[in-house]
């Protein structure tokens, strides 16, 4: 997944493969790339030129391609895949959200709050370790 002419493009790597994503425009970045455990479906954060940022997915079709949340004044950040959701963390109003995404429902909800001294984000996913089921983060 990558950005240009305020589109983003899929390719599988191989020369002439590139192709727009319809619904997807016009974006001015394209940020936090990351793929499901099985590499079924690619998760990206998108800044759209009319201001915000929204979260999609997609498989790689026109049809498999999905809005998974929208209304993010900021840019949603440090994502990861464990157990058939979507961790990440988002700015919220003076604090920083840690998001559950499902890949199954599409529900997504708000499963902790850091607040930050020096307005930076907690960088808990990050540092994240899987131990057997678990994923541990600080």
């Known amino acids: 997944v ?6 983003v ?3 599988d790597g191989n020369p002439g493969s590139a192709r727009p994503l ?3 425009n016009p974006a001015w970045n394209c940020s936090s790339v990351i793929s499901d455990d099985a590499g079924r479906r690619c998760y990206f954060a998108v800044e759209l030129q009319s201001g915000g940022h ?3 997915s997609t498989d790689g079709t026109e049809n498999g391609l999905r809005i998974v949340r929208s209304g993010f004044k900021y840019a949603p ?4 895949y464990h157990r ?3 961790l990440f963390v988002a700015r919220g109003a003076g604090q920083f959200d840690l998001w559950r995404a499902d890949a199954t429902s599409g529900a997504t909800t708000v ?3 850091f607040r930050s ?3 930076e984000p907690p960088r808990a996913l990050d540092q994240r370790h899987r131990i057997g089921t678990r994923l541990f983060f600080s």
Do not use: H, T
């Open 111 to 113: 499963i902790a709050s």
């Open 9 to 11: 493009w899929l390719s």
């Open 22 to 24: 319809p619904g997807v």
């Open 117 to 119: 001294v020096r307005d």
């Open 54 to 56: 929204e979260l999609w």
């Open 84 to 86: 058939g959701a979507l």
């Open 77 to 80: 950040l440090q994502m990861a």
């Open 2 to 7: 990558f950005i240009a002419n305020q589109r």
